[in-house]
């Protein structure tokens, strides 16, 4: 079945060093890819997205490339901030038997950033 | 603002107990779920709702119940039967139809504690 596999934290950096969160994915069709962040006791919010191969989803200084040759959509970010601290999941959309859609997630990387 | 909200915030129960948790959006989104996080397991599927008074079970139904008779609103319960209740429970939304990508909508999530 579908699934996604990202790299284990967790990640320790200093401040304005350059971050990747690798991501790679197993699906039988052309999902949509997405990156959420999870800040502490808070829900998920939706980071960028991309929906078809060669696409970048940008935001907040971060993106990531949907990749359909290596099945990768690595999370990249050129210079963090202590702000950025949290767990960062990545996603797949997966349909369902009646056209709607599930996510399936990987088991998140917490990034914990330095001043 | 829209947005989903979810009640309790967190929740503490006695074994053998059913509780139910609330979960209310006003973004017009005819899907809804509810997902289950456990630390470093990522997120897991029990239920989804596409429509009012229609549900199917998703990959961790076993000792879990929904209703959906509005179209804001999904609480679940968890019931006696469910195993091993303690968990972070987020409920999510997304559009359905030609235009959706899978992209899912958060809530702030309920953590569930079994004494």
């Known amino acids: 079945g579908d699934s996604v596999t990202q790299m284990e934290g967790p990640v320790t950096l200093s401040e304005e060093a350059f971050l990747t969160i690798n991501c790679t994915y197993t699906a039988t069709g052309y999902p949509s890819l997405f990156w959420y962040v999870q800040y502490p006791g808070e829900g998920l919010q939706l980071l960028l997205k991309a929906t078809k191969a060669d696409d970048k989803g940008s935001n907040k200084g971060f993106e990531a490339t949907y990749r359909k040759e290596t099945t990768s959509f690595h999370l990249e970010k050129g210079s963090v901030q202590v702000s950025d601290s949290a767990v960062y999941f990545c996603?797949?959309?997966?349909?369902?038997?009646?056209?709607?859609?599930?996510?399936?997630f990987g088991s998140g990387t917490r990034l914990l950033v330095r001043p | 603002d829209g947005g989903i909200t979810q009640s309790p915030k967190y929740l503490f129960r006695k074994e053998g107990q059913n509780v139910t948790l609330s979960c209310e959006q006003n973004l017009n989104h005819d899907a809804m779920y509810w997902y289950r996080q456990d630390p470093g397991q990522g997120l897991r599927l029990i239920y989804y709702s596409q429509i009012v008074n229609d549900f199917q079970k998703g990959d961790i139904a076993e000792g879990y119940s929904v209703s959906r008779e509005k179209k804001e609103s999904f609480p679940l319960t968890v019931t006696s039967a469910q195993k091993n209740p303690t968990a972070f429970y987020l409920c999510?939304?997304?559009?359905?139809?030609?235009?959706?990508?899978?992209?899912?909508?958060f809530g702030e999530g309920s953590r569930l504690t079994v004494l």
């Open positions: 999510a939304s997304s559009i359905w139809g030609g235009d959706a990508t899978g992209e899912l909508f």
């Open positions: 996603a797949l959309s997966a349909p369902l038997m009646d056209s709607s859609y599930k996510l399936i």
